[in-house]
């Protein structure tokens, strides 16, 4: 499979994982995020979910959509998976509750129609 071919699965996992975020986070305060290390390690995994999606989406895809912050999802991916005892709660708590349910409505109108549901 060629590397564009693979980029709808790749959206649906971006926009899987983008909604789990606001699911986790939702009704929560910053204080009871940051006392809920379950809900953190979630969010965290979901965050990075979406940043390695995003990094395998094809070149052509991405520059098609510049209206997506590419490079930032990606960096954040990359701290979460690289500089582990950098992780600060209150980047992570504005990228779940701001960045995160920004990303939502601009992913849905890329996501194809299932074969099903096109007839």
Same mark, same amino acid.
């Given at each position: 499979? %060629? +590397?564009?071919? #693979?980029?709808?699965?790749?959206? =649906?996992?971006?926009?899987?994982? $983008?909604?789990?975020? &606001?699911?986790? !986070?939702?009704?929560?305060?910053?204080?009871?995020?940051?006392?809920? %290390? +379950?809900?953190? #390690?979630?969010?965290?995994?979901? =965050?990075?979910?979406?940043?390695? $999606?995003?990094?395998? &989406?094809?070149? !052509?895809?991405?520059?098609?959509?510049?209206?997506?912050?590419?490079?930032?999802?990606?960096?954040?991916?990359?701290?979460?998976?690289?500089?582990?005892?950098?992780?600060?709660?209150?980047?992570?708590?504005? !990228?779940?509750?701001?960045?995160?349910?920004?990303?939502?409505?601009?992913?849905?109108?890329?996501?194809?129609?299932?074969?099903?549901?096109?007839?």
């Amino acid at each position: 499979m %060629r +590397r564009d071919e #693979r980029d709808p699965a790749l959206l =649906v996992d971006m926009l899987d994982s $983008a909604r789990a975020v &606001v699911e986790l !986070v939702r009704g929560m305060t910053y204080v009871a995020y940051t006392r809920d %290390r +379950r809900t953190r #390690r979630a969010v965290e995994r979901e =965050v990075e979910i979406i940043g390695e $999606a995003a990094r395998n &989406v094809s070149e !052509v895809f991405q520059e098609s959509h510049p209206d997506i912050p590419w490079r930032k999802i990606v960096a954040q991916r990359h701290k979460l998976a690289h500089e582990y005892g950098e992780i600060q709660d209150e980047i992570l708590w504005k !990228v779940a509750t701001v960045h995160v349910p920004e990303l939502i409505p601009l992913l849905e109108p890329l996501i194809p129609p299932l074969p099903d549901e096109q007839s």
